[in-house]
């Protein structure tokens, strides 16, 4: 057994764990951002409509919440839009997304994904005027992926760390203490010996 070997290869193997965990880490991350309008008030005449154009923000998960209030009853839609001019001055509505009917408040959430702006229609049907408020607010999170060539990069390192770590290891635990170690000290041997070797009758022919 080597126990510097072992050693070295535990270095090795938290070096390639400590990359392989960067790299799971690198591809769960999220950006959260969220943006939003109101809450705005305004007064609402009678017989009249209003359009309220309602930003958001895109990722790969998405929320919008709608509240609304008024003092009298009206008719309320969120619709996505299909588009807006140069300007951004008229959108065209697309999809109705939720509606109200004859109330007097509304709260809605719904999830995406959303084609923005989404535009709010309020109509005051009734002969008084009303008194209105409004809040959107839309939240977001992107998933956050390292880009091919660090994930390679990391994978790689990862994966030869993993293995000369492993090899060390394998090496300091089954490998001989040291197969090229220093050699035998000569042995001595004192004049009483070599006058007994030399006495010693040789072979006979």
Known sequence: ??????????????????????????????????????????????????????????GTTEHFRLQWAASSPLSVELESS?????????????????????????????????HYPLLCVLKNLNSDPSAVTVSGRASAE?????????????????????????LAVFLGLFLASDPYGPPAPPVSRSADDVDEILDEPGPRH
């Open 142 to 166: 992107t998933s956050v992926h390292e880009t091919l060539v660090v994930s390679l990069v990391l994978g790689l390192s990862a994966a030869a760390l993993f293995v000369v770590g492993g």
């Open 82 to 114: 299909a588009g807006c001019s140069s300007d951004g001055t008229t959108c065209w509505p697309s999809d109705v997304l939720v509606q109200w009917s004859g109330s007097t408040s509304g709260d809605w959430t719904g999830a995406g994904p959303f």
């Open 1 to 58: 057994m080597r126990p510097w070997l072992v050693v070295v290869g535990i270095v090795f193997l938290t070096l390639g764990i400590g990359s392989a965990t960067t790299l799971y880490l690198g591809d769960q991350g999220a950006v959260s951002s969220s943006n939003g309008t109101g809450p705005i008030s305004f007064p609402l005449g009678s017989n009249s409509s209003e359009v309220l154009t309602l930003q958001g923000t895109n």
